[in-house]
């Protein structure tokens, strides 16, 4: 499966941005999606995933309440809504698909990736 994400920007402190990625090239219902950040001189991290049909979502402690990921398999798209976004949030942001959910998250562990959008948070 092919993914191309897209929706990163600038924006203040305190706004929102919309991550979208679509997919193509493969069943899209048959994978679990995830959304990762990776940060100039960090590693690539987790930040959410959700499952086939959409019934089961998982957040990073330091993106819940803020993020909402939610997926639309009639479309090939997975989304991330991201609120009252900080500083700390600027990343180069990845979507990513593996068959199987899991209780764990590492980028190891997803077996096709988008290029990255980047989220840029200012003061």
């Known amino acids: 499966v092919q993914l191309q994400a897209s929706g990163g920007g600038l924006v203040q402190a305190g706004g929102s941005l919309r991550l979208s990625c679509a997919a193509s090239?493969?069943?899209?219902?048959?994978?679990?999606m995830g959304w990762f950040r990776q940060a100039p001189g960090k590693e690539r991290e987790f930040v959410a995933a959700?499952?086939?049909?959409?019934?089961?979502?998982s957040y990073a402690d330091s993106v819940k309440g803020r993020f909402t990921i939610s997926r639309d398999n009639a479309k090939n798209t997975v989304d991330l809504q991201m609120n009252s976004l900080k500083p700390e949030d600027t990343a180069l942001y990845y979507c990513?698909?593996?068959?199987?959910?899991?209780?764990?998250?590492?980028?190891?562990?997803?077996?096709?990736w988008g290029q990255g959008t980047l989220v840029t948070v200012s003061s």
């Open positions: 990513a698909a593996r068959r199987t959910y899991g209780t764990t998250w590492s980028k190891d562990g997803f077996d096709y």
């Open positions: 090239g493969g069943t899209f219902s048959s994978y679990v």
């Open positions: 959700i499952s086939w049909s959409g019934g089961r979502t």
